[in-house]
């Protein structure tokens, strides 16, 4: 069984910073692709950034220049720090990893809320 669980979320002035974590936990026998989508109210969940065993990232033009993906390959941890936080970003933040277990699949974690207030 494999879990994700992220932490740090919160709420946190326009401007400010936080630094989300996540990290896989079970029968693991590889991570291949980790990263960090979000959800904010009534709006499609959409990619955020992602990062893959070999360190290349990719984000979204929204975030690009203020939020850095990065992971602990030997601590099967992906982080997601985000700086000049805008209103715009409120939404809850989902951890995202394709992992091997008995097979391979993608998994999500529970969520954490960000709040950016104005």
């Known amino acids: 069984q494999v879990q994700l669980v992220e932490s740090g979320g919160g709420l946190v002035q326009a401007g400010g910073s936080l630094r989300l974590s996540c990290a896989a936990s079970g029968s693991i026998i590889r991570i291949n692709t980790m990263g960090w989508y979000r959800q904010a109210p009534g709006k499609q969940r959409e990619l955020v950034a992602t990062?893959?065993?070999?360190?290349?990232?990719n984000y979204s033009d929204s975030v690009k220049g203020r939020f850095t993906v990065s992971r602990d390959n030997a601590k099967n941890t992906v982080s997601l720090q985000m700086n000049s936080l805008k209103p715009e970003d409120t939404a809850v933040y989902y951890c995202?990893?394709?992992?091997?277990?008995?097979?391979?699949?993608?998994?999500w974690g529970q969520g954490t809320q960000v709040t950016v207030s104005s």
């Open positions: 990062i893959t065993s070999g360190g290349s990232t």
């Open positions: 995202n990893a394709y992992i091997t277990y008995l097979s391979g699949r993608w998994y």
